[in-house]
């Protein structure tokens, strides 16, 4: 068995769990917002992985560390947006479905992983971002 290769790379700009899909999802033009929003996160994800030399047709993801930095709401005081940098982010959306958008982005079969290591954080002052680590077979 081979030593498995990190790729490491930071997403910035948005953070996007998977939505749950209908059948309609597929051909629905324009696609419903929140499908909108996780296509353009997959496909930005896909792009970012591979300029750092992941390839999805030949690699396989035996791993995947990740930290997803959520904004924090612009009505919030200063006060407790203060309190709250860096911080664990115990709200929606779930850890879990980050995850599975991750997954779904850059797996074509996601049960060769078998190491996941993730959590979401509120924004500790970088901005809305996540930061990924996948462990490869070549």
């Not at 850059?106 to 901005?127: F, H, P």
């Not at 680590?133 to 070549?138: A, E, Y």
Request: aromatic share 8%; hydrophobic share 35%; proline share 7%.
């Amino acid at each position: 068995m081979t030593t498995p290769i990190a790729i490491d790379f930071i997403l910035d700009g948005h953070v996007a769990p998977k939505p749950r899909m209908t059948r309609r999802d597929k051909w629905l033009n324009p696609p419903r917002p929140e499908v909108a929003i996780y296509r353009d996160f997959a496909n930005d994800l896909l792009l970012m992985a591979r300029s750092e030399g992941y390839n999805i047709e030949t690699d396989t993801i035996t791993g995947i560390r990740f930290k997803a930095y959520l904004r924090i709401p612009k009505s919030w005081s200063k006060k407790k947006k203060k309190a709250l940098r860096g911080k664990p982010h115990m709200q929606k959306p779930d850890t879990s479905n980050i995850l599975k958008g991750i997954e779904d982005a850059l797996t074509q079969k996601d049960e060769t992983i078998y190491y996941i290591e993730g959590k979401k954080l509120w924004d500790d002052g970088a901005g809305n971002r996540v930061e990924v680590t996948l462990l490869i077979n070549r």
